[in-house]
């Protein structure tokens, strides 16, 4: 199951509520509430980061789409030193929803 699909089931068994909108991949808040038809902090964007001491301790954060992400203040919440962007690699691997 690809992870879209296991966070949609995720949301569906905990009656979120929800509605599907497919469109092109844009990689930008401000574009993807226009083709919405939204606010741009009604939707949310994800952002996958990595530790500096361990790039295998993956983070994801998820924050309104019109809020920009202060990795410092996300290092301190997880008590690391440093957080940065993943890389695009890491991305793509298969991931594990709990």
Known sequence: MKMFEKLKSLL???NARLKEIHHASEGNSEKVAAVRGTEVGQGAKAILCRTKEDENILVLAVLPGDR???FKK???????KKIT?????KVNQN????
């Open 95 to 98: 991931w594990l929803v709990m």
């Open 74 to 80: 996300l290092a301190q919440a997880i008590s690391c």
């Open 85 to 89: 962007l993943a890389a695009p690699a």
């Open 12 to 14: 569906i068994t905990n």
């Open 68 to 70: 920009k992400l202060d």
